[in-house]
């Protein structure tokens, strides 16, 4: 059985400081990771994915994810935030080798709020 | 390129009545997913369809859920009877068979029991 949790519910910052969206997963097998954001009054989307290979990824909107298998985290990061990342964000997992589908397990979310 | 199209936007209705949310997914797109996503938690999986073949039902309440994807495209969740618990946004996505991991998520069917 998967599951992914994130333990903040709601992370409050200012504009332009660094920010940390924390996810841990639990997993019997290996899996591949995602990042989701849902805007304000929108569906969700993908920011970013790890799959295999460098263990560091990266969006084309200055956030970052790092996979630590020994940890079992995949932290989300960006340097400076702005208010346009106010937005609620969704760690998932979903297995490897899942038999040609994917079975997607979601945390709870995390809802940033960047204060100008 | 269309993104996936959910309609209706917002429903409210009274328990133990039924309800029905249809989804359009991306042209092309084989695999659809149905999620529910109850207030305060990460969006949970009903259903997923392999064009009009079910692959994944083991979370669909199925005493009072169906859907249906005929065709291998558009497809049609419905709920009988309703209950307060079921107040939720009912969110539909679809893929490529190849690469599956990028799921395409439609803005939700936001619907009220009372």
């Known amino acids: 059985a998967q599951s992914v949790t994130q333990l903040d519910s709601q992370v409050p910052v200012f504009e332009e400081a660094p920010v940390e969206l924390r996810c841990n997963y639990s997993?019997?097998?290996?899996?591949?990771l995602f990042w989701y954001v849902q805007y304000p009054n929108q569906g969700l989307q993908l920011l970013l994915k790890y799959l295999s290979g460098s263990t560091l990824v990266e969006s084309i909107n200055g956030f970052e994810a790092e996979f630590n298998k020994s940890q079992t985290s995949f932290h989300l990061r960006k340097p400076s935030v702005h208010i346009s990342d106010t937005a609620e964000y969704f760690c998932?997992?979903?297995?490897?080798?899942?038999?040609?589908?994917?079975?997607?397990?979601f945390g709870t979310g995390t809802k940033l709020q960047v204060i100008p | 390129e269309a993104g996936v199209a959910q309609s209706p936007r917002y429903k409210i209705i009274e328990k133990r009545q039924s309800v029905a949310f249809w989804c359009n997914p991306i042209?092309?797109?084989?695999?659809l997913y149905w999620y529910q996503q109850i207030l305060g938690q990460g969006p949970k999986l009903l259903i997923q369809?392999?064009?009009?073949?079910?692959?994944?039902d083991s979370q669909l309440p199925k005493d009072r859920f169906s859907a249906e994807r005929l065709k291998g495209v558009d497809s049609t969740l419905k709920i009988q009877p309703a209950k307060l618990e079921d107040s939720a946004v009912y969110l539909c996505?679809?893929?490529?068979?190849?690469?599956?991991?990028?799921?395409?998520f439609g803005p939700g069917t936001r619907l009220t029991v009372t």
């Open positions: 042209s092309g797109h084989a695999t």
């Open positions: 369809f392999q064009n009009n073949g079910v692959v994944d």
């Open positions: 996505a679809s893929s490529l068979v190849f690469p599956i991991y990028e799921q395409y």
């Open positions: 998932a997992s979903s297995p490897m080798n899942s038999g040609g589908y994917q079975k997607v397990t």
């Open positions: 997993s019997s097998v290996s899996v591949y």
